[in-house]
């Protein structure tokens, strides 16, 4: 599986942007895909997954209620849609996939088996 993100950018303190995360080859039904993120100096931490068979979601209590995780399987495409950005959420993201990732480690960047390029997210103040 080869994953490719795009949509980062620079953007002002509330506004908007929206992840995409393009997958080729193979997704298994019960496939996690995921979003993380590192700021620089800060370790990498889970910001939203989606189960691509259920489409149940997860996400990080920093970004609950701002930001929405997607999918569209016909496109085996992943979103990330960012609202009420804030300077903290400035990161380079990234999006993964873990095969077979149980419920409790879906969480976990250790469970992830793909990884695509980083995409820059920069939130002004």
């Known amino acids: 599986v080869q994953l490719q993100a795009s949509g980062g950018g620079l953007v002002q303190a509330g506004g908007s942007l929206r992840l995409s995360c393009a997958a080729s080859?193979?997704?298994?039904?019960?496939?996690?895909m995921d979003w993380f993120r590192q700021a620089p100096g800060k370790e990498r931490e889970f910001v939203a997954a989606?189960?691509?068979?259920?489409?149940?979601?997860y996400y990080a209590d920093s970004v609950k209620g701002r930001f929405t995780i997607s999918r569209d399987n016909h496109k085996n495409t992943v979103y990330l849609q960012m609202n009420s950005l804030k300077p903290e959420d400035t990161a380079v993201y990234y999006c993964?996939?873990?095969?077979?990732?149980?419920?409790?480690?879906?969480?976990?960047?250790?469970?992830?088996?793909?990884w695509g390029e980083g995409t820059q997210v920069t939130v002004s103040s």
């Open positions: 993964a996939a873990g095969v077979r990732t149980i419920t409790s480690m879906v969480r976990s960047s250790d469970a992830m088996h793909y």
């Open positions: 080859g193979r997704i298994f039904s019960s496939t996690a």
């Open positions: 989606i189960r691509w068979n259920s489409g149940a979601t």
